[in-house]
């Protein structure tokens, strides 16, 4: 099972309005992380949890603010947005591999429009 | 710094036939992983093949296969037997040993697939 879970799938959200972005694995990765990704374009990285940790923020604005309350959830919470804020969140877990490879697995991601 | 380089940003080709997609990388490090992940227009990030920088063997699954060039940075993908199903966009992607084991991308090429 490599499955990595995202709620809501599409979110709309006025720009005084607070939310939250929900992912969930039970692979038992311990490794997750944020990206944002705009149309047509690769997935930037935002943020990485590291046995629930966080590892790396990629001087991501502080109106989103990431927290992993245990192994298997990432939540992204959401405050104050801007309009280029808009587009696609994606969640990802990494699993190690046999001889020391890995692969990050995505979930499918929630569309986010900031009006 | 690590970069990826994916110079095609469109291709096309006819359903049943083979296309090779492009990717260069340019990293000063001995030991790495280098993935090919496929974006359909559903938007799910899938990953379609690894290759450990180790090994000579090119990596294949199914339809899908790597021709990897260590020495000149070279890591291209061949679809065989093109399928409808294989339209999307394709991003090449570059994973150092670091400890949080970031995935450095590639521009992406979008690959159209005709009747």
């Known amino acids: 099972d490599t499955e990595v879970t995202q709620t809501p799938k599409h979110l709309v959200m006025g720009m005084t309005n607070k939310k939250s972005l929900k992912c969930e694995q039970h692979m038992g990765h311990r490794a997750m992380y944020w990206y944002k990704q705009k149309a047509k374009k690769p997935p930037e990285l935002m943020f990485v949890?590291?046995?629930?940790?966080?590892?790396i923020n990629e001087s991501v604005p502080s109106r989103f603010s990431p927290e992993c309350p245990n192994s298997s959830l990432l939540n992204l919470h959401l405050h104050a947005l801007q309009p280029e804020d808009s587009a696609l969140y994606l969640c990802?877990?990494?699993?190690?591999?046999?001889?020391?490879?890995?692969?990050?697995?995505f979930g499918p991601g929630t569309r986010l429009t900031v009006t | 710094a690590q970069t990826v380089t994916q110079s095609q940003p469109e291709m096309s080709v006819q359903e049943a036939e083979t296309v090779t997609l492009s990717c260069t990388y340019d990293?000063?490090?001995?030991?790495?992983?280098l993935f090919w992940y496929k974006q359909p227009p559903s938007r799910q990030m899938i990953l379609v093949i690894r290759?450990?920088?180790?090994k000579q063997q090119n990596a294949t699954e199914n339809r899908f296969s790597v021709n990897f060039q260590k020495a000149a940075k070279s890591f291209s993908l061949k679809i065989s037997d093109s399928q409808l199903g294989d339209a999307a966009m394709y991003f090449c992607?570059?994973?150092?040993?670091?400890?949080?084991?970031?995935?450095?991308w590639g521009a992406g090429t979008k690959l159209i697939i005709k009747p």
């Open positions: 290759q450990e920088a180790y």
């Open positions: 949890y590291s046995y629930e940790k966080l590892s």
């Open positions: 992607a570059y994973g150092g040993m670091d400890s949080n084991y970031q995935l450095i």
């Open positions: 990293t000063s490090e001995s030991d790495y992983y």
């Open positions: 990802a877990s990494r699993l190690f591999l046999a001889g020391g490879s890995y692969e990050q697995y």
